[in-house]
């Protein structure tokens, strides 16, 4: 069996109230049967009376068809659509006055309570002027006691309503920002104190509804052409899978057939025919034809006169809706008036929050508008006030200058006020010295930070007792630690110089040697006669340099000296006179030693002299000279540590010196001068540290104090 098919787009269209003659508080009462054709919205596609009837029980699906004594409603989703009287009763129903009895002759607009004490209260306009406040007398009074005692006015013109604030305490806000003045519209919410109000213009809603309703009603439309595209494509599909077994042309399924009856119905109908049973026929809704012929329908003619008289009703009742019921509207407040008092009532805020300037701007607006306005004088005491402000604005920017001697003065100076700009100016005062008193101590600080202790002590002068202490230990740390950085400065200094000097040193003897390198060969060689004529060369090649000529004069003073000794101790070394030959061997060694050359002759004449000294201490010994046996074999053993000749010669020596000590202890008292001669001998001859010699030198000491 094929799906039943959508209802037509044309069936269940009927508007609640949309008819002429129809009444709009209620909708469907007074409308035919569903056999009488009462307006356009009638569904003209189906079949013709007397093709089909319905039952006795009357018609198969009621949500299809509808209910004949009910309200039209849609045959899809039950979907009303409002016509715009009905709207305007509906609301007019909800309408939630604070006086029932009073006048509707005001503009079409009202404010709704969304919040606070009086929530869901709701007020029309009365006239041009609506006053909301706290007070009883105001035209919209509020239970809120956070709402001033006349908060704000509506006032109603050409360019729509206005919102005025009336110099109210916590001031008013629309859509959540704060204004004084503002031209409201439809939806904007207003928040007073702790409560929030939505302004409605109902013209605008209306049209808003209206829109809604046309949206939804095309939305209805929509769906169903889809339902009906669905449904006919499913039967084109299975009327191909049935092999053609219908005819496309069937009028059974046309759509606007379809509309008002079932397709199961109708081909159970169909099947009754061909077995022959007898069916009766259902009673159909009659088309516009079918109702033409019957003289149950009207002419066009007919229908106009009705629209008309339709249209004339709903003019009526407008009338007697919008129509005054009470006295005529009070004349409008003279805006000057209200402005300047405005004006006034926010000079007085601006007094109370310190912006006197703004206060006399304030005021002289409101001269201007209503001359006389100002009787308390609130101008002149908001200019005496401003001109302390100014005064005391001065002293801040001198001290913000540091000039705080001129800040003393302008405070005083500064003229009388309340006792609110008192405590200001006592407040200034002390912050003028507190700020004294931290700029001092920064510049104290600054100066710590220089490191200069003669700009630092004028300043501490200037520093209360109190924060004089901690600076004067800070300055006495400073002054420790400069001396300390004082004396290392120099002491580097002094070692820097030496340092300096001791390179330059280095460096000139370097150049020396570099000088005199050819004086050094020939002398090192034994050519002594040339090393002298080379010194000549040298002085020549550095004329302008003093350093080089002196040391080339000593050096030919010197060499021909060390080559006589030298040559003298050599002679007296090979004919083994070496006694002798000590004598011109450490005159030789002491004139290597000035001349300065450095080499392994040095080396050699050391050890001619280290052999000659012990023989000639050796001889001393055995004269009992022991001054010159101590001293020559000291010397030898200085030249040659491993002598072993001079080792024994100092043994020997050390025994003579602990004898001649022995005889000068006898003496001491019987001839303390002999015994004083041999102590002296026993001091120079004995080895330091050793007991001997420190026991002489106390008998010495005590023979010759």
């Not at 709704?112 to 869901?120: F, H, T, Y």
């Not at 209805?220 to 191909?240: C, I, L, P, V, Y």
């Not at 004088?377 to 100014?390: F, I, N, S």
């Not at 010196?657 to 001669?677: H, M, S």
Request: include cysteine; charge should be neutral.
């Amino acid at each position: 069996m094929p799906p039943r098919p959508p209802p037509s787009s044309r069936a269940g269209a009927g508007r609640s109230g949309g008819g002429s003659g129809a009444d709009p508080k209620s909708p469907g009462r007074n409308r035919p049967p569903r056999g009488t054709p009462s307006s356009e919205d009638e569904d003209f596609a189906a079949p013709l009376t007397g093709e089909e009837g319905y039952p006795e029980d009357g018609p198969p699906n009621p949500e299809l068809y509808g209910d004949a004594s009910g309200a039209q409603s849609s045959r899809r989703d039950m979907t009303r659509v409002a016509s715009v009287q009905d709207v305007e009763e509906e609301r007019g129903r909800e309408d939630d006055d604070d006086n029932p009895e009073a006048t509707r002759a005001g503009p079409p607009v009202q404010m709704v309570v969304l919040a606070g004490p009086d929530r869901g209260r709701k007020k029309r306009f009365q006239s041009v002027r609506m006053v909301i406040g706290r007070n009883k007398d105001c035209d919209f009074s509020l239970e809120d006691q956070s709402v001033s005692r006349r908060h704000l006015e509506l006032v109603y013109g050409q360019n729509g309503v206005v919102m005025r604030d009336l110099g109210s305490v916590s001031g008013t806000q629309v859509n959540d920002q704060r204004v004084d003045e503002c031209v409201l519209k439809h939806g904007d919410e207003l928040s007073v104190g702790k409560t929030r109000l939505r302004f409605v213009d109902e013209a605008e809603q209306i049209k808003e509804l209206r829109a809604q309703a046309e949206a939804r009603e095309a939305e209805e439309k929509k769906e169903r052409e889809e339902a009906a595209q669905e449904a006919q494509e499913a039967r084109k599909s299975q009327t191909s899978a049935r092999g053609g077994e219908l005819d496309p042309s069937d009028p059974r399924l046309n759509e606007a057939t379809n509309a008002n009856y079932k397709l199961a119905d109708v081909l159970r109908n169909e099947k009754n025919k061909d077995k022959g049973t007898s069916v009766v026929a259902r009673p159909r809704p009659p088309t516009r034809a079918s109702a033409a012929k019957s003289g149950m329908g009207l002419t066009n003619k007919q229908k106009a006169l009705v629209g008309v008289a339709g249209v004339v009703v709903v003019f009526l009742v407008a009338g007697l809706i919008f129509m005054p019921k009470g006295p005529p509207p009070p004349p409008p407040v003279d805006p000057n008036v209200e402005r300047a008092k405005l004006l006034m009532q926010k000079a007085r805020e601006s007094v109370r929050a310190d912006d006197y300037a703004n206060a006399v701007r304030l005021v002289g607006e409101a001269e201007k508008l209503l001359p006389g306005v100002d009787e308390e004088g609130l101008a002149r005491a908001a200019r005496k006030q401003q001109d302390v402000l100014d005064a005391f604005q001065a002293v801040r920017g001198l001290i913000d200058e540091k000039r705080f001697d001129d800040a003393r003065k302008k405070l005083a100076e500064a003229p009388e006020g309340t006792a609110k700009t008192d405590e200001v100016r006592g407040k200034l005062a002390a912050e003028l010295e507190e700020k004294q008193l931290a700029w001092r101590i920064q510049q104290v600080d600054e100066a710590l930070e220089t490191r200069d202790p003669e700009v630092i002590r004028p300043l501490l002068d200037t520093l209360p007792p109190m924060n004089r202490p901690a600076y004067e230990e800070k300055l006495a740390a400073l002054e420790a630690e400069l001396a300390k950085q004082s004396a290392d400065e120099k002491r580097r200094g002094r070692d820097a110089q030496a340092r300096a000097a001791q390179n330059a040193k280095e460096k000139r003897k370097q150049f020396m040697e570099e000088a005199f390198v050819d004086v050094e060969r020939r002398f090192n060689g034994g050519e002594y006669q040339r090393a002298v004529l080379e010194c000549d060369r040298v002085v020549d090649k550095f004329k302008g340099d003093k350093e080089v000529k002196d040391r080339s004069m000593s050096l030919k003073r010197l060499i021909p000296q060390f080559q006589r000794n030298l040559e003298d101790g050599q002679k007296k070394l090979a004919s083994n006179a070496l006694e002798a030959a000590a004598k011109p061997l450490r005159r030789a060694s002491e004139l290597y030693r000035q001349i300065g050359f450095m080499s392994s002759l040095g080396n050699s004449l050391d050890e001619q002299l280290a052999s000659s000294s012990v023989a000639a201490g050796q001889a001393a010994l055995k004269r009992g000279d022991l001054a010159a046996a101590g001293s020559s074999f000291r010397e030898a053993l200085r030249l040659n540590p491993g002598d072993g000749r001079a080792r024994d010669g100092l043994e020997s020596l050390q025994k003579k010196v602990e004898e001649l000590y022995l005889q000068a202890y006898i003496q001491r008292d019987r001839d303390p001068q002999a015994a004083a001669e041999k102590f002296k001998v026993i001091i120079e001859t004995a080895s330091e540290g050793s007991e001997v010699k420190r026991k002489a030198e106390m008998y010495l000491g005590e023979l010759q104090p």
